[in-house]
């Protein structure tokens, strides 16, 4: 077996890292950019820097940024966010350098913006903070108010402009709740108590509640000076949803038993009358020993507050992952959710898909053999008449160019041909997750 057949999928084609940045100006547009998409699309990703990382998840975050105004785009950047991790190698001590400053944020998994500031998070760490034109800032801690790091999963409420969100702990407290004001003051923070450190990779939002997922990936510290991250499935931690209000503590959270099972995702959650909807992608199990990963799958759970029950719903057969919503309806009730079709052989997409709840329609703008994509990001068309009145935009990749594109489709109409292509001539390697930061 040679070198390359050895490697892991995460240092492997274009999954591999880029050697260098990249800078471009005024690149080739086939179509026509919206002219009322003003701003900038960007998303992050690990691209480990200075030698192979222990895993796909470990690697130093590159933003990949495209800046559109009046139907151009004035620019296209891959920039590295630039922290304390940048040029350590990825040994076996990797994790626990790495925890040993909450400044230590890879900023690889998450582009948010809240309060006037652009936010490369990761889940363990503090946020990078970054400016519009993706030089780093530096670690942001609220002026110190924050104690934890953040998931790279915060929820802006839209209709408040807060933003609430929580971090799981290797070490107690294993999770913690915080709310942040729409002017980006740290206003609360809770100890959450559960069972055990569990990767807790998103949460969800209501109109009047928070809702935990505290899911059986457990971690093992003692596993953690053998490289790569010490997580593992457990038959017997179980799984639960914890429902809190917004401003409530410890002892004011339900906690809800469903059938055991992992999800990195929510598309959204709202409260109906007694009911809270939430929406995710679900693994029957993940990491399970000695058992392949089962192919993730659109899921409703209902929680019914007065009987004290939670309904499972299987939506769809097909893969998926990287489920959005519009930002304007997060913690609302909404009727569309996209998100990639996940390809079979590994985790990227070959399509993205728009799911009607209310009629149990997909539609699909389907991708060639040889094209992949990431996760779709929505942005409202301007005087918008409908909740899918806006526009989808990700990165594509093609194999046979090894190059990538900025493409943005018709939310109404996703099986139509682009709105727009925007030929970069550089590869972007698969990632996570970005915004659309309109000015
Ligand atoms: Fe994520």
């Given at each position: 077996m040679n070198d390359a057949a050895k490697a892991p999928f995460w240092l492997t084609g274009n999954f591999a890292p880029l050697a260098t940045e990249n800078e471009l100006s005024n690149p080739t547009i086939e179509g026509t950019i919206p002219s009322d998409l003003n701003g900038r699309y960007l998303r992050t990703g690990p691209n480990p820097m200075s030698g192979p990382t222990?895993?796909?998840?470990l690697g130093d975050g590159m933003v990949h940024g495209i800046e559109l105004s009046g139907g151009s785009a004035n620019w296209f950047k891959s920039k590295?966010?630039?922290?304390?991790?940048?040029?350590?190698?990825?040994?076996?001590d990797y994790l626990t350098e790495s925890m040993a400053?909450?400044?230590?944020?890879?900023?690889n998994t998450h582009v948010v913006s809240h309060a006037g500031k652009i936010l490369a998070l990761e889940e363990l760490h503090f946020p990078q903070e970054l400016t519009p034109d993706l030089e780093t800032v530096g670690a942001y801690d609220y002026n110190g108010a924050l104690n934890t790091g953040m998931t790279a999963h915060p929820k802006v409420c839209s209709k408040t402009g807060e933003m609430l969100f929580f971090a799981y702990g290797?070490?107690?407290?294993?999770l913690t709740y915080h709310r942040v004001s729409?002017?980006?003051?740290?206003l609360q923070s809770e100890v959450i108590e559960v069972g055990a450190a569990t990767m807790a990779h998103d949460f969800n939002i209501t109109e009047n509640y928070v809702i935990f997922m505290d899911l059986p990936?457990?971690?093992?510290?003692?596993?953690?000076?053998?490289?790569?991250?010490?997580l593992m499935w457990s038959d017997d931690y179980g799984a639960r949803l914890g429902v809190m209000p917004r401003k409530g503590s410890n002892t004011d959270v339900v906690w809800y038993d469903i059938d055991p099972c992992y999800a990195f995702h929510s598309l959204n959650a709202y409260e109906e009358g007694d009911k809270i909807v939430i929406d995710v992608c679900r693994f029957?199990?993940?990491?399970?020993?000695g058992v392949p990963i089962p192919p993730e799958q659109l899921t409703r759970w209902t929680i019914d507050t007065k009987a004290g029950t939670v309904e499972e719903k299987k939506l769809m057969e097909i893969p998926v992952e990287f489920p959005r919503v519009p930002d304007s309806l997060v913690g609302q009730k909404h009727r569309f959710g996209y998100m990639a079709h996940m390809s079979e052989e590994f985790p990227a997409g070959v399509g993205v898909l728009k799911y009607d709840f209310q009629s149990d329609q997909v539609t699909e703008f389907a991708l060639p053999s040889g094209q992949y994509c990431g996760e779709p990001v929505f942005a409202p068309r301007e005087?918008?008449?409908?909740?899918?009145d806006g526009y989808l935009m990700f990165y594509t990749y093609d194999e046979a160019s090894d190059t990538s594109d900025f493409v943005v489709i018709d939310a109404r109409d996703v099986?139509?041909?682009?709105l727009a292509r925007v030929k970069l001539g550089v590869r972007i390697p698969f990632g996570f997750h970005g915004s659309w930061i309109a000015d």
């Open positions: 222990d895993h796909w998840f590295l966010v630039q922290t304390p991790m940048l040029n350590m190698r990825g040994d076996a400053s909450l400044k230590n944020g890879l900023g290797l070490m107690p407290p294993y729409a002017d980006g003051e740290l990936l457990m971690f093992d510290m003692k596993r953690i000076t053998e490289g790569g991250i010490p029957d199990h993940y990491l399970k020993p005087h918008a008449s409908s909740e899918d099986e139509a041909a682009p």
